[in-house]
Nanobody, 123 residues
Framework: QVQLLESGGGLVPAGGSLRLSCAYS????????MAWFRQAPGQEREFVAI????????DYADSVKGRFTISRTGTKNTIYLQMNNLTPEDTATYYC????????????????WGQGTQVTVSS
């Protein structure tokens, strides 16, 4: 059974930076495609960034392009989200998602989800 564990959330002033981490445990056939989503209070969950299993493919939501960077370790089971120039609009619970296929995540149909980590950006 695959499990995801996120870390790195917190409170940061506007313009600041945070780095989120997400590691998965459990046996898989190949490295999982992984992504970050976020959900602000009263809003629907939205896609933030995605990275393929071998790190060769990445994509971002327009709202975070140029500010956020998704990456993964050489062992492939941990991903990071470096968030720079944060704004209060980035305040949300950030969720890590993973799946055997990149497309499943794009289709918002990920097999695995983490519990979430809170990011709060003060103005």
């Amino acid at each position: 059974q695959v499990q995801l564990l996120e870390s790195g959330g917190g409170l940061v002033p506007a313009g600041g930076s945070l780095r989120l981490s997400c590691a998965y445990s459990g046996r898989t056939i190949r490295p999982l495609a992984m992504a970050w989503f976020r959900q602000a209070p009263g809003q629907e969950r939205e896609f933030v960034a995605i990275i393929g299993g071998y790190g060769r493919t990445r994509d971002y939501a327009d709202s975070v392009k140029g500010r956020f960077t998704i990456s993964r370790t050489g062992t492939k089971n941990t991903i990071y989200l470096q968030m720079n120039n944060l704004t209060p609009e980035d305040t949300a619970t950030y969720y890590c998602a993973a799946d055997q296929t990149y497309q499943a995540i794009i289709d918002n149909n990920s097999a695995y989800w983490g519990q979430g980590t809170q990011v709060t950006v003060s103005s």
